[in-house]
């Protein structure tokens, strides 16, 4: 007998009996679902819970914490309260859309600012930006004699 | 870890999120559904029969071309759907690899919501103090459980002793009123800056805080999906769920990752950045998949949502056909009820294109993909029966048990995972998705009649013990 016509025999029988098994677990699971017991009830604004902590005094724990760069091995310990580990999510970045017009114009805004606090009235452009005629001998290193 | 030490007891308010009051139980609209359902069937009936002898068809025959047609159709939807997700999936992998890690390590509070997890809340937050990570706290919420996890929990409470240090572990006590709720009573308690909420059955693997928030040095970044595995194999039902867990959802959420649009962040691990669960008004009571509807939330005020495949989570798996029905069930109903939620954004695609895309592929996924596979099965099995054509089933077998093969290989090899798994993608298809898909179906069925339905809760065993 040919080999394809014996699988296909079986897939098909698989399959027919996946079907009724499905769909009879299914009718099952909602009969059983049906006699629970269902209740329900309306949520209110606001419940009391109760917060368990550790008590006051146990902080004082040495903690070992990561610096915030460097390498693994070169890790530290250092005395970490409950407070300053809160502290250390000053870390995290400020998440904020970026966008570039925005950031194009607070770039010339703070130049313009920085530019008006010199009172200088004529700018040189450079590559660090716009600068002041005496910002850019300083910077160009003008010899001097000794 | 040390035995129970003193603890300080302070009774809270915990304000409940208010939810949309969901009126699609009414049996008015629910009559008026099924009227507009059947009225629409009959027309496109009468139509047809009206136009057919305008055709060179016959009632057979046009019954045989719609069905060729249709399998076709399947066929190139079922072969797109593969490859474009292997080829996002695969690029992913390769921009993952190549990408440089920075040492960055943030203040995280660990949510660990439990609801009679007597059993497993030990472990779980054994794992925790396993994790290589310091700046971390652990939230432990019990939601009125009525076994002896609040016994157990409060033992747990106290610093306890981590792989880096003393770990500070606090417990909640509240009321129940569901994971949401309780997930939220955690995140309101957390001042940490990026809290990790999981399920109380889930184990962390220890570097699944440190390679997550890494990502979050990039400011679009507003959770992290994480990598969930089947903890209790060996058995047929889960060592299945296994290679599902690993070849359906974990490669379809790489491909996501790859656009930055995960849209279901694992209930048993995800990283929120707390400003992002803010913005989105924190978890929702009003649909069965809270983690699902948090995650368009998130997408939909324009966040960033990547997945870490090496932020791992082993979770307990049903291990019974009538638990996974459960699951399932709950599951389907709950991604069709958030889809709704966001119905807006589907049919709006000027608000957030992202959105909208990921919002048709979560409909796709859970109501058409479903249908399509039961529609070509039975259209074999009826082919087979009924006219004689038995060969074939098997070459439809035969073919999707290639493209399942060949997708298992690929999972098993990018994940690591064990090479056995590979074997159960023979059956994978023909037996395992067919009854998912039948209970999608019924569930979808179910939601749209508007039939009322329980959270549930799966029995858990302690697999790790």
Redesign the interface.
């Known amino acids: 007998m040919e080999l394809?016509?014996i699988?296909?025999?079986i897939?098909?029988v698989?399959?027919?009996s996946?079907?009724i098994?499905?769909?009879g677990?299914?009718i099952?699971?909602k009969v059983?679902?049906a006699k629970?017991v269902?209740t329900t009830v309306p949520?209110?604004?606001?419940?009391?819970?109760?917060?368990?902590?550790?008590?006051?005094g146990?902080?004082q724990?040495?903690?070992?914490?990561?610096k915030?760069?460097?390498?693994a091995s070169q890790?530290q310990p250092i005395f970490?309260s409950?407070e300053k580990?809160?502290s250390?999510?000053k870390?995290?970045?400020?998440?904020?859309?970026?966008n570039a017009e925005k950031s194009k114009e607070a770039a010339v805004a703070s130049e313009r600012s920085r530019v008006k606090s010199t009172g200088s009235k004529f700018l040189k452009y450079t590559s660090e930006g716009y600068v002041t005629p005496q910002e850019d001998s300083k910077k160009t290193g003008a010899l001097k004699w000794r | 870890m040390q035995r129970k030490?003193?603890?300080?007891?302070?009774?809270?308010?915990?304000?409940?999120i208010?939810d949309k009051q969901n009126d699609n139980n009414s049996e008015g609209k629910l009559l008026r559904r099924i009227l507009v359902s059947g009225l629409l069937s009959i027309l496109l009936i009468l139509v047809i029969i009206y136009t057919i002898p305008d055709t060179i068809l016959t009632t057979s025959s046009l019954i045989e071309y719609a069905t060729i047609v249709a399998l076709i159709i399947f066929l190139f939807v079922l072969l797109f759907r593969y490859f474009a997700i292997l080829v996002m999936a695969y690029m992913y992998v390769n921009e993952y690899t190549y990408k440089s890690t920075a040492?960055?390590?943030?203040?995280v509070s660990i949510i660990v919501p439990v609801y009679n997890e007597e059993k497993v809340v030990v472990d779980s937050v054994k794992s925790l103090l396993e994790l290589d990570?310091?700046?971390y706290?652990i939230i432990i919420v019990n939601d009125g459980s009525t076994d002896k996890t609040k016994e157990v929990a409060?033992t747990l409470?106290?610093?306890q002793k981590g792989l880096?240090?003393?770990i500070?572990?606090?417990?909640?006590?509240?009321?129940n009123?569901g994971k949401s709720q309780a997930l939220n009573?955690g995140i309101k308690?957390s001042?940490?800056?990026?809290v990790l909420c999981m399920d109380g059955d889930s184990q962390l693997t220890p570097n699944s805080i440190n390679v997550a928030v890494r990502h979050?040095?990039n400011?679009?970044?507003?959770a992290v999906a994480g990598n969930v595995k089947v903890l209790n194999r060996g058995k047929l039902f889960t060592d299945l769920q296994a290679l599902e867990y690993i070849e359906g959802l974990n490669m379809a959420r790489s491909a996501q990752s790859f656009v930055k649009l995960v849209n279901i962040i694992p209930g048993p691990i995800g990283l929120f950045?707390k400003?992002?669960i803010e913005e989105a008004g924190y978890y929702s009571?009003d649909t069965f998949a809270e983690d699902a509807d948090l995650t368009l939330k998130i997408l939909a005020n324009?966040?960033k949502i990547y997945y870490e495949p090496n932020s791992i989570s082993y979770t307990e798996a049903p291990e019974k056909?009538?638990q996974l029905?459960?699951q399932r069930?709950r599951w389907t109903r709950g991604i069709l009820q958030s889809i709704r939620k966001h119905k807006k954004l589907m049919f709006n695609p000027t608000i957030n294109f992202g959105d909208t895309f990921i919002l048709w592929t979560m409909f796709y996924e859970a109501l058409i993909w479903p249908a399509m596979n039961i529609a070509a099965?039975l259209f074999?099995?009826i082919a087979?029966?009924f006219f004689g054509f038995?060969?074939?089933?098997?070459f439809w077998?035969a073919g999707l048990a290639f493209l399942d093969l060949v997708t298992a290989l690929y999972c098993v090899a990018v994940e690591k995972e064990e090479f056995r798994l590979v074997g159960y993608s023979l059956i994978y298809r023909?037996?395992f998705i067919?009854?998912i898909d039948?209970?999608k179906l019924?569930s979808t069925i179910e939601e749209f009649l508007g039939v009322?339905m329980?959270w549930?809760k799966l029995e858990r065993v302690g697999a790790s013990r």
């Open positions: 394809i016509p699988l296909s025999t897939i098909l698989a399959t027919i996946t079907f098994l499905a769909i677990a299914y099952l699971y059983r679902e629970e269902r949520k209110p604004a606001e419940v009391k819970g109760e917060l368990v902590t550790p008590a006051a146990q902080e724990f040495p903690v070992y914490a990561e915030s760069s460097g390498y890790r970490m409950q580990q809160a250390q999510a870390f995290t970045p400020q998440p904020q859309q970026y | 030490q003193p603890v300080k007891r302070a009774p809270i308010i915990l304000k409940n208010r040492r960055f390590f943030p203040f990570y310091s700046n706290e409060e409470v106290g610093y880096r240090g003393n500070k572990v606090s417990l909640i006590n509240k009321p009123g009573a308690h001042k940490a800056e990026i979050f040095t400011p679009e970044i507003g950045r400003r992002a009571s324009g966040w056909l009538p029905l459960k069930y099965n074999f099995i087979a029966v038995t060969s074939l089933i098997f077998w023909m037996f067919l009854i039948v209970s019924m009322r329980t549930g």
